[in-house]
């Protein structure tokens, strides 16, 4: 799990500064869902620390608002594995809503 959260962190920043690099250049952005799916996945600390030392989507409220939910939903879902909910029941509840 430490591997996933580092790896997704790493990708996220990454992702970051790729979309910042764009914004200057007028090049194609990523998408602020694509953003926020990451983050939600567990790359929230370099969603985190990209919009801290790269200044990157740090003064949008709405984006914040969204990311702040993303956090919430990604340390929720930390939390039922960590519970014993585990993979297979989170596969359980998902079909269940589908």
Not at 26 to 46: K, M, Y
Not at 47 to 54: E, K, R, S, V, W
């Amino acid at each position: 799990m430490v591997v996933w959260y580092a790896a997704l962190g790493v990708i996220t920043y990454a992702m970051y500064a790729k979309d910042k690099a764009a914004a200057q250049s007028g090049d194609w952005r990523t998408p602020e869902f694509t953003l926020h799916v990451l983050s939600a996945l567990g790359g929230w600390v370099g969603a985190l620390l990209a919009q801290t030392y790269l200044r990157h989507k740090s003064q949008k409220p709405e984006f914040r608002v969204t990311y702040y939910l993303t956090v919430v939903i990604n340390m929720a879902g930390l939390l039922f594995l960590l519970a014993g909910g585990g993979l297979g029941a989170l596969t359980d509840v998902l079909s269940a809503l589908l």
